[in-house]
């Protein structure tokens, strides 16, 4: 059974850094590409980041890029998100996504964990 | 950037056909995934590239895409099936490729 397990979430001050974890279970790690995706309170779905299976493709949203930064260890089944600088509008909940296949045009997210809340406030 | 357009709401009684559309500038060219998301729960995976289902989601969900418009097709609406619904392209018209959600659209069950 696949199994996406975020944490490091919680309340930040704006400005400072919060790092995001996702251990994954369940499936070959190492064969996926594997997202971000965070959803503002009562808002919609926005892709964050995604990283190819090797960390060879990375992606970033607008919103985010020069911020954050994804990475991936393949030897722990894990997944990261480094957030700087955050702002008010980081508050949201942080899903970690699993690639159908691989990183680019076409693939879609096949397994979702239960997400992570990032709350940015003063 | 590539946008992509869903209708807020989609209303049906039980039983009947719910259509939710999802336009985008010829996004009949493009790969489109479709996600059902219940309040409280992450979202799942109902319809990828285009028409296929994951297994273990009811036959009753279709997809189709062609010129600006995307189409998730749900037969035979459960009162389960009440949630938001999202469709997803790639967008890689610039020289980095960005994942597109629509906006959502809340399919209510009457």
């Known amino acids: 059974e696949v199994q996406l397990v975020e944490s490091g979430g919680g309340l930040v001050q704006p400005g400072r850094s919060l790092r995001l974890s996702c251990a994954a279970s369940?499936?070959?790690?190492?064969?996926?590409?594997m997202h971000w995706v965070r959803q503002a309170p009562g808002k919609g779905l926005e892709w964050v980041s995604g990283i190819s299976w090797n960390s060879g493709s990375i992606g970033y949203a607008d919103s985010v890029k020069g911020r954050f930064t994804i990475s991936r260890d393949n030897a722990k089944n894990s997944l990261y998100l480094q957030m700087n600088s955050l702002r008010a509008e980081d508050t949201a909940l942080y899903y970690c996504a699993k690639g159908r296949n691989y990183y680019g045009s076409g693939s879609c997210f096949d397994y979702w964990g239960q997400g992570t809340l990032v709350t940015v406030s003063s | 950037s590539y946008v992509l357009t869903q209708p807020p709401s989609v209303s049906v009684a039980p039983g009947q056909t719910a259509r939710i559309t999802c336009g985008g500038n010829?996004?009949?060219?493009?790969?489109v995934h479709w996600y059902q998301q219940k309040p409280g729960q992450a979202p799942v995976l109902v319809v990828y590239d285009d028409s296929d289902r994951p297994s273990g989601i009811p036959e009753r969900f279709s997809g189709s895409n062609s010129g600006n418009t995307a189409t998730l097709t749900i037969s035979r609406v459960e009162a389960g099936d009440e949630a938001d619904y999202y469709c997803q392209v790639w967008d890689s018209s610039s020289d980095h490729p960005d994942v597109v959600f629509g906006g959502g659209t809340k399919l209510t069950v009457l």
């Open positions: 369940g499936f070959t790690f190492d064969d996926y590409a």
């Open positions: 010829n996004i009949g060219s493009k790969s």
